[in-house]
């Protein structure tokens, strides 16, 4: 494929030399370059509301939620210091020439004088079938040299982070300490006081965090004031060896922990270095389930006797890491193309924010993937989050899935939640899965309910595992009497969309509601249960049949489901159609979907279509779900106005999911760098052909 190689929009507000990267397949609003778990989260800003273009110099990274992280990058010349990454001040920068993306990698390349270029690759590593690499809450930086005009020069590099990353409260104490172990040279940083389980501007207030490298003959290292480290290896382009021991508040004269290297002469032969940069957590996540709440462990935790055991192999394991990042970034880079380029531009850029939005949790008995609702509000577990994100899961590996689905199960199948229906999420603030005994969480009982149903046939589905469906029957079960009794007529509710606020028979919701129905008398006939199972789909059927005339206009417009019965001049993305395509049911009759492909092209707008008629606001998550059930025409035409988006955005934070289709900006709330766009891997799940109709209990 011909990579669709974007030069910079921002020629004029660049210095020449820095107008002349190149961007593929994309330039983002934002550059992922350590994004591997809610806490790990390290962005380049690129858009125009405040972002540089996408250029790695001149301007710090940031946490998603756009708090500074010193993150600095600098490199001696023949004696000459240059800084190739962040801001650090009184250094001339490199020239970038290029920026590329993968699913788990983001690469620069930059341009030293035109002497030597400086290759820095940024790689979150996505490993969904391999579970002790994928609880490493650590990210890759690995830096490549070689020689531009055939000279050979004299070579140090230097890089270092600030103690920016240990917390959300800049007057935190911190301390910290440089070590060995083996040839691995390490940075432990860490708040003095640990706050278990807290958050401050959602950055993580407790555990360990880590820089790294491999240290050889010409490794040197330095704690100290930002200035001074900096300029230390300004004057000598090596570093003095020595750990600065007064701890102090992060913004106390700013420390920071500095690797560097005496490369000696770099000719033609490129040499790299490899930095690592994570978190340990002995405990993630406190969970409310049978008995009573605990504290669950981080999953690394399983594999490693401790966290320095943990960071050395991090550290030494970087071939094996990109190599497996490498497959997966081939898998999801061939399926995407084949469906289009703009679909590609798209899906690679959401599987690291999908998979960053997550963590792996628990004992070797027990494997547990929480999720974070980020931005919107910090719920733990939300169900109609993991909903639009779900397809990436089930995509890459369906375990993940059940793994997500679990601890909702074993706190309700507990009795710790009073209502008949699905719970929205497990607790008000990540990371504590502390439930709602009380029974007073965000109500959106049709859409939960929905949503369980849906994902739980599906898990089956993509994995055979009969003893989920069994565990789980009576409480499947439970949640569909109330979807019996209120999808039909739904009442005055939120739906998933709850900026928008609440509404009576909404089309979309009821829908959601009786595909459920459909999805429990598949589970009710898998589980030899077919009097159930028959029963509900009668009722399914007669819903289903009445929904087409309650739920579409009968005026002279073109013809499409209304927002809400009887409001003819009403109209919304009818994204729920996903569950029947999903699961393979054929229950919506294809008059439906091809009514809503006829409809959509009608009313497009510049950035996509809208979520309905109450705004010009779109949802990108639910907009990749339409794309993925309708016909070709409607899916490139969604997918070339993502792909755009992405591309024109004035926005400059991670990719977000809420933005008006008309302007291409955010709109209030602010949702970013939300797991939900793993939602785009839709149409990579219908691909995988799964098939209620065809499906029989496995023994
Ligand atoms: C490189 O360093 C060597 C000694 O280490 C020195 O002799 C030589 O002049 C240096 N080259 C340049 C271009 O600075
Ligand atoms: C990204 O850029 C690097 C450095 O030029 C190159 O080695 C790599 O092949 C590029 N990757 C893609 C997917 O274009
Ligand atoms: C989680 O609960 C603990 C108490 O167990 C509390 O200290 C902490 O602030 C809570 N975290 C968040 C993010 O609300
Ligand atoms: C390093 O150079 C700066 C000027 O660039 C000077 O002010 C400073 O004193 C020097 N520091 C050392 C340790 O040599
Ligand atoms: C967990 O399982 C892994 C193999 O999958 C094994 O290496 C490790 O020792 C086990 N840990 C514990 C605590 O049993
Ligand atoms: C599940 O079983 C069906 C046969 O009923 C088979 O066609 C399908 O490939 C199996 N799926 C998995 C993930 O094993
Ligand atoms: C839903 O529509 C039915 C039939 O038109 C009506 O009786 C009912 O009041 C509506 N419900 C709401 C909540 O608007
Ligand atoms: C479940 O089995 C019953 C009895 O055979 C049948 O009527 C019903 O259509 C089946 N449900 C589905 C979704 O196929
Ligand atoms: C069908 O299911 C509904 C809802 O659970 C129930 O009220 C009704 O009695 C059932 N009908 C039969 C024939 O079992
Ligand atoms: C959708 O609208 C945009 C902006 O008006 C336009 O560029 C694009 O061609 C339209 N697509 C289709 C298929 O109408
Ligand atoms: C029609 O939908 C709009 C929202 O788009 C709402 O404000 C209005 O109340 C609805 N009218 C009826 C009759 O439901």
């Given at each position: 494929m011909t990579p669709f190689v974007v030069l910079s929009l921002l020629l004029t507000l660049l210095p020449s030399s820095q107008a002349d990267s190149t961007f593929s397949p994309a330039r983002p609003p934002a550059q992922p370059l350590a994004v591997k778990s809610p806490y790990l989260s390290a962005w380049q800003t690129a858009g125009s509301d405040g972002g540089n273009?996408?250029?790695?110099?001149g301007q710090w990274p940031t946490f998603w939620a756009g708090a500074t992280l010193g993150w600095a990058g600098l490199i001696s010349v023949d004696g000459t210091v240059y800084s190739w990454m962040g801001n650090p001040v009184d250094f001339p920068t490199a020239d970038q020439v290029s920026y590329n993306y993968t699913s788990s990698s983001s690469t620069f390349v930059l341009s030293v004088d035109s002497a030597v270029q400086v290759t820095a690759t940024f790689l979150s590593p996505i490993t969904p079938d391999d579970f002790k690499r994928q609880s490493l809450i650590f990210s890759y930086l690995n830096v490549d040299v070689v020689s531009l005009d055939g000279n050979s020069h004299n070579v140090s590099l230097y890089t270092d982070i600030s103690?920016?990353?240990?917390?959300?409260?800049?007057s935190a104490l911190v301390q910290w300490e440089h070590d060995t172990s083996g040839d691995v040279a390490y940075h432990k940083i860490y708040r003095q006081t640990q706050l278990a389980f807290s958050e401050v501007n959602d950055q993580t207030e407790y555990g360990n965090w880590w820089y790294s490298a491999t240290s050889d003959d010409g490794y040197s290292y330095q704690s100290g004031a930002d200035v001074d480290v900096r300029a230390q290896f300004g004057n000598q382009s090596s570093l003095s060896n020595s750990d600065d021991t007064s701890y102090r508040a992060i913004n106390d004269n700013w420390p920071v922990f500095a690797h560097a290297f005496d490369l000696g002469s770099v000719d033609t032969t490129s040499t790299s270095r490899v930095f690592t940069v994570g978190l340990t957590q002995e405990d993630a996540i406190q969970f409310l389930g049978a008995d009573g709440i605990q504290a669950l462990p981080s999953l690394w935790t399983q594999y490693f006797d401790d966290d320095v055991s943990a960071v050395v192999f991090v550290q030494g394991d970087y071939e094996g890491a990109s190599a497996a990042a490498a497959a997966l970034d081939s898998k999801v880079q061939s399926d995407a193309s084949a469906i289009s380029d703009d679909y590609a531009t798209i899906a690679t850029l959401a599987l690291r924010q999908a998979f960053g939005g997550v963590q792996l949790v628990g004992t070797n008995d027990t494997h547990y993937l929480f999720l974070k609702e980020i931005?919107?509000?910090?719920?733990?577990?939300?169900v109609d989050v993991i909903f639009p994100s779900h397809p990436a899961f089930v995509y890459t590996n369906p375990e993940l899935m059940k793994m997500m689905l679990e601890p909702l199960f074993v706190n309700q199948e507990a009795?710790?939640?009073?209502?008949s229906w699905s719970m929205h999420d497990l607790g008000s603030h990540y990371p504590n899965a502390t439930g709602h005994t009380d029974g007073s969480d965000e109500q959106m009982p049709l859409e939960e309910c929905g949503d369980m149903l849906i994902m739980s046939l599906e898990y089956y589905l993509a994995s055979n595992d009969s003893t989920f469906l069994k565990d789980h029957y009576k409480l499947l079960d439970q949640w569909t009497q109330y979807l019996i009794a209120e999808s039909l007529y739904p009442a005055n509710q939120i739906s998933?969309?709850?900026?928008?606020g609440p509404l009576g028979n909404q089309t979309n919701l009821a829908l959601k509601g009786m595909i459920g129905i459909q999805a429990m008398s598949v589970i009710a006939n898998l589980t030899g249960d077919t009097a159930t199972g028959a029963n509900y789909s009668s009722i399914a059927s007669d819903y289903i049949t009445q929904w087409q005339t309650l739920g579409f206009n009968n005026d002279d417009s073109p013809a499409h489901a209304t927002l809400n019965y009887g409001n003819e001049s009403t109209w919304g993305l009818l994204y729920n159609l996903y569950g029947d395509k999903a699961l393979g049911l054929n229950f919506v009759p294809q008059s439906v979907y091809d009514t809503q492909s006829a409809f959509y092209p009608t009313v497009n707008a510049t950035y996509g279509?809208?979520?309905?008629?109450?705004?010009?606001l779109t949802k990108s998550d639910w907009e990749s779900w339409i794309a993925s059930v309708c016909d070709d025409t409607v899916r490139d035409m969604i997918y070339s106005s993502l792909a755009y988006w992405i591309n024109n955005t004035p926005t400059n934070h991670p990719m977000g999911d809420l933005f008006d289709t008309v302007t291409g900006d955010y709109v209030s709330p602010q949702f970013i760098n939300r797991p939900v766009m793993g939602g785009v891997f839709a149409q990579l799940v219908l691909g995988l052909g799964l098939s209620a109709s065809t499906a029989t209990l496995a023994a």
């Open positions: 273009g996408g250029i790695l110099t103690a920016e990353w240990v917390s959300g409260d800049r931005s919107s509000d910090g719920n733990i577990q939300t009795g710790q939640y009073p209502n998933t969309d709850d900026f928008a279509v809208p979520l309905d008629t109450r705004h010009t």
